[in-house]
């Protein structure tokens, strides 16, 4: 017996020493070393694989040691439509600057080009992902940095695309300056926790650039989402953090920059939303602040609907939207004073920059068109002036709470966007 564990131990020594410093070991095609997935099993803990230039018809390579993969420039893993391509298992592990290309689409599983299962500490980084279901899905992951991410998708419909980032039940993730093109959500989180989502770009993607359910005390800075089915959809998140994002050219009979329903404890700040049907679309959605926001040529730049309480609306600035704010409910304890609207002729007799008289965004001509949408046909002509101004004079339908107490004279100056450090 003793002499067994002794030839053993001296096995496992001989092929991983415990005290063996992390070493490099080179795949290139035609070599020594010419499968990825071959070098993945055989390397040691902390080695590094430098993968050269080349294409390596591989997928199902699993890393269940704490690795670095790192691509040389033209490294391309391509599964060729059989699956997806790397998985992810163990702690500490970075891949960068490798291509992943054609993972195929399966009714029965979630394929995607690089999947982290049940792990923290890692790093992905500076990839390309090319037709891929879905393209970074991250499951129970925790204490991880997605980072620079080129991800181009080929989605047609909704029921055979997947999303380009994915997280499912994590905490404490970092998606930073990736760019996602062309999947079903650019950036899908659910149950995501204490993440921070800045500086990257979704456009073009089938149904919303970011999407995100029971996701709470999170972050989003800095972000574009551009060009996609709709914008942006926040729905059942409690504390929620969302500044200097553009939110822009989201058309649709349905579309919309940003959806929030039932979200409490949320501050929208320093955001632009422009050329959007819906810059912001907001169902029972309660303590939420919009501060410091601009709204550009929408054709509603905020639409409520009831159960919408104790929202702040102040400091914004509202240009050339269509209609300004549409809210049904005849009650509100919203505050929408002290903004900037375009479409205010209010006076300033004692020219303390805020007007004398309210401004009541809600006009009558926003219950016509939600009552008959095919009504819109009227919108520039001489009867809808008349009948604005008829019920300017004498309010009747318009809710006579629902208004700017304090309106600018000027546009809003925004102050410079607030520096907060993320954990």
């Not at 390309?128 to 279901?133: P, S």
């Not at 953090?241 to 929208?268: C, Q, T, V």
Request: charged share 20%.
């Amino acid at each position: 017996m003793k002499y067994f564990l002794h030839l053993l131990t001296l096995i496992l020594w001989t092929v991983c020493p415990p005290a063996a410093p992390a070493g490099t070991i080179r795949v290139a095609p035609g070599s020594a070393w010419a499968s990825v997935h071959e070098a993945v099993s055989k390397a040691c803990d902390g080695d590094t694989i430098l993968i050269a230039k080349g294409l390596y018809l591989e997928h199902g390579i699993t890393v269940s040691r704490p690795l670095a993969l790192i691509g040389e420039p033209g490294a391309i893993i391509d599964a060729q439509g059989k699956g997806t391509i790397l998985v992810v298992e163990a702690p500490g592990v970075t891949v960068r600057g490798l291509e992943f290309h054609n993972t195929g689409y399966s009714y029965v599983e979630d394929r995607s080009a690089i999947r982290i299962r049940k792990t923290d500490g890692f790093t992905i980084s500076h990839n390309i992902l090319k037709n891929t279901t879905f393209g970074i899905y991250l499951e129970y992951a925790r204490h991880g940095t997605v980072f620079a991410n080129h991800l181009v998708g080929k989605a047609v419909e909704e029921a055979s695309s997947g999303n380009g980032i994915h997280l499912w039940y994590c905490k404490n993730i970092r998606l930073e300056k990736n760019h996602i093109i062309g999947h079903r959500d650019g950036i899908y989180l659910e149950f995501a926790d204490s993440s921070h989502i800045k500086d990257n770009v979704a456009f073009q993607n089938l149904r919303y650039g970011l999407h995100f359910m029971f996701s709470n005390d999170d972050t989003y800075s800095g972000n574009r989402f551009s060009e996609n089915g709709a914008g942006v959809a926040v729905m059942f998140s409690r504390r929620i953090h969302m500044w200097n994002n553009e939110f822009s050219r989201n058309w649709g009979k349905a579309s919309y920059g940003l959806l929030l329903k039932e979200i409490y404890d949320l501050e929208i700040s320093h955001n632009t939303f422009r050329e959007n049907t819906i810059g912001i679309l907001v169902e029972g959605s309660n303590r939420v602040n919009y501060l410091n926001n601009d709204f550009i040529r929408n054709g509603w730049a905020i639409k409520m609907t009831g159960g919408c309480l104790e929202n702040t609306i102040r400091d914004n600035n509202f240009l050339s939207n269509t209609f300004d704010m549409a809210m049904h409910s005849s009650t509100t304890s919203n505050s929408l004073d002290g903004n900037y609207w375009d479409n205010y002729d209010g006076y300033d007799l004692d020219r303390d920059k805020t007007g004398d008289i309210p401004y009541r965004p809600v006009k009558l001509f926003n219950f016509i068109v939600h009552q008959s949408p095919e009504s819109m046909i009227l919108l520039r002509s001489l009867f809808i002036d008349l009948l604005n101004l008829a019920e300017k004079v004498s309010p009747v339908f318009t809710p006579e709470n629902i208004a700017d107490r304090k309106p600018r004279m000027r546009r809003v100056v925004h102050p410079a966007v607030p520096t907060i450090h993320l954990s």
